[in-house]
Nanobody, 125 residues
Framework: QVQLVESGGGLVQAGGSLRLSCAAS????????MAWFRQAPGKEREFVAFIRRSVGSTGYADSVKGRFTVSRDNAKNMVYLQMNSLKPEDTAVYYC??????????????????WGQGTQVTVSS
């Protein structure tokens, strides 16, 4: 079992930055691949970023590539999403997710067993 708690959301002007954090419980955190998803009002939840267990390779949605960076600190059971050059279209509830095993399609939310409660990010124009 893994419990996830996101933090760091808030209101920021376009062009600004935020860093989201996701605290994970459990002794085997390093064995989980982690991802960030987001859901804007009236839209389906969408993939944002992924970081694989152990080797730490990453993947990003095209819409955030070059602006967002995902990282993890296995010693602290933490995953981070550094968001720079924020745009109004980045406004959404951001969710942290964990998967014990990911086969290929890491951008599919069906891969993930555990989810946090979400943190709101609002970018004003």
């Amino acid at each position: 079992q893994v419990q996830l708690v996101e933090s760091g959301g808030g209101l920021v002007q376009a062009g600004g930055s935020l860093r989201l954090s996701c605290a994970a419980s459990g002794r085997t955190f390093s064995g989980y691949s982690m991802a960030w998803f987001r859901q804007a009002p009236g839209k389906e939840r969408e993939f944002v970023a992924f970081i694989r267990r152990s080797v730490g390779s990453t993947g990003y949605a095209d819409s955030v590539k070059g602006r967002f960076t995902v990282s993890r600190d296995n010693a602290k059971n933490m995953v981070y999403l550094q968001m720079n050059s924020l745009k109004p279209e980045d406004t959404a509830v951001y969710y942290c997710a964990a998967a014990g095993y990911v086969s290929g399609s890491y951008y599919s939310e069906r891969q993930y067993n555990y989810w946090g409660q979400g943190t709101q990010v609002t970018v004003s124009s």
